[in-house]
């Protein structure tokens, strides 16, 4: 089995200006492992969603490659979950029918009754047992947006793409769904990818955080291995020792918005990507620690 879920490769995008064409993201190239959980962090306005959606398929690269589970992205496909900042139920079904239209009859579950079951699972699993019957309107967002969550894992995909999923919610809201998160990704070991501006959600939940440099013509700035143990628990990471140093890294990162704190005179010198203990453009070292 090829260890590598995703692989982007060069992906460039461009699009249409007055005075040529605006390059918004270049020389995207990174792998993403099966099972892994990888966070994309940079400024708004950087290219994250611009990257997540070629993912997607909702959006073309310019040029580059785009392979996942060892095919071609052509179009968006039941193989890749999506949850976006909010779940955009269908407003006239329930939450329960909401989740049944995205489950197709296929795999384990091809009546009606076993797709139900697969829909309620889910629902109990991000704390909403029970709750199927209830119509979109009458949850608040942090409800709705465990119902986009319930919905894309119901999906079964292999991957599960994350677009600033919590970033509407509330902080004790996002503490919970988060949770949830790391119990379902846990349990169904999906390979993830999700884009965020929380450097605390992404050491909490990511095993690698891919840093953007500001655009235009954004590209990676450098990668985090995360240098927290599993299972992590809340509150219990923020007294790891390595928690507070990688958290200023990327605070740094942030701040520069081009170069790794500490890594670019080893760059320099070595001519060579980083070499950095903690930070590195090279996926495959870290494929061990996985
Ligand atoms: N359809 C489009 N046409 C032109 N520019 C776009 C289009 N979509 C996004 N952009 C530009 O691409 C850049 C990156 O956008 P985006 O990927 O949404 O950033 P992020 O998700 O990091 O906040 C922004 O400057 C945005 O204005
Ligand atoms: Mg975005």
């Known amino acids: 089995m090829d260890p590598w879920m995703i692989e982007l490769w060069k992906l460039r995008k461009e699009y249409p200006a007055p005075t040529g064409p605006a390059v918004i993201v270049k020389d995207f190239t990174l792998k993403v492992g099966t099972g892994e959980f990888v966070c994309i962090i940079g400024h708004s306005g950087c290219g994250k969603s611009t990257v997540l959606s070629i993912l997607m398929g909702l959006s073309q690269e310019t040029s580059g490659n785009v392979v996942v589970a060892g095919k071609e ?17 269908l407003p006239w079904m329930s939450v329960r029918d909401n989740l049944l239209l995205a489950i197709e009859p296929r795999n384990g579950a091809h009546t009606l009754d076993e797709r139900g079951q697969l829909a309620d699972r889910y629902l109990t699993q991000v704390g909403l047992d029970g709750l199927g019957h209830c119509m979109p309107e009458e949850l608040s967002a942090g409800m709705r947006q465990r119902v986009g969550i319930a919905r894309a894992f119901a999906v079964e995909p292999q991957v599960l793409l994350l677009d600033e999923p919590f970033s509407l919610l509330d902080a004790l809201t996002r503490f919970e769904l988060q949770d949830h998160l790391v119990q379902l990704c846990e349990r169904t070991r999906k390979t993830v990818v999700m884009v965020t501006h929380d450097v605390d959600e992404a050491l909490l939940l990511a095993d690698r955080i891919v840093l953007m440099t500001n ?18 628990i809340r509150g219990k990471i923020l007294e790891h020792p390595a928690y507070y140093p990688a958290r200023d890294q990327l605070l740094s990162f942030l701040e520069s918005g081009t170069t790794l ?23 495959h070292e870290h494929r061990d620690a996985l």
């Open 73 to 89: 992205v052509t179009g968006p496909g039941r193989d890749r979950g999506v949850v976006f900042q909010s779940a955009a139920l």
């Open 261 to 283: 704190p500490d890594t670019k005179k080893e760059e320099e010198e070595e001519d060579d990507e980083a070499i950095y203990p903690t930070f590195t453009h090279d996926a």
């Open 215 to 232: 655009g235009p013509a954004a590209t990676i700035g450098g990668i985090m291995q995360v240098p927290l143990p599993r299972p992590r």
